[in-house]
Nanobody
C-alpha cells in the first residue's frame, strides 16, 4: 500500500524551528520528485519547496527563502522540511507530495501553528 506520512508539526513560538518528516512506504522515494506544499486557512494550497531525484532543490516561495530547506534521506525513504525563524504567517497544514511520470501521491498533512 502506497503511503506518505507526515510528522513533526505542532505549535511553535515565532522565531522557533521545526523539522517536518515525510516517510514513504509502498514505493521507492528516491526516484520521485518530492515536494512540500502548504495550505493556510481560507487560502489555496501552495508549493513551497521541491527536490528532484538527483537532489536538486527549488524554492517556490520568496517568503521562506533563507529559512526553509528541503532534504531527502533515500536510505530512510524520507524527505524533510527544516523550518527556521518561523513566523505567524507560516501557519498552515503542510503536505508532502511525490510525483514521477504522471503518478502522484499525497500525504494527509501535518498542522504547523506559529503563535506566541
Amino acid at each position: 500500500q502506497v503511503q506518505l506520512v507526515e510528522s513533526g508539526g505542532g505549535l511553535v513560538q515565532p522565531g522557533g524551528s521545526l523539522r517536518l518528516s515525510c516517510a514513504a512506504s509502498g514505493f521507492t522515494l528516491s526516484i520521485y520528485t518530492m515536494s512540500w506544499y502548504r495550505q493556510a486557512p481560507g487560502k489555496e494550497r501552495e508549493l513551497v519547496l521541491r527536490i528532484t531525484s538527483a537532489g536538486g532543490t527549488t524554492n517556490y516561495l520568496d517568503s521562506v527563502k533563507g529559512r526553509f530547506t528541503i532534504s531527502r534521506d533515500n536510505a530512510k525513504n524520507t524527505v524533510y522540511l527544516q523550518m527556521n525563524s518561523l513566523k505567524p504567517e507560516d501557519t498552515a497544514v503542510y503536505y508532502c507530495n511525490a510525483i514521477r511520470l504522471g503518478r502522484q501521491y499525497w500525504g494527509q498533512g501535518t498542522q504547523v501553528t506559529v503563535s506566541s
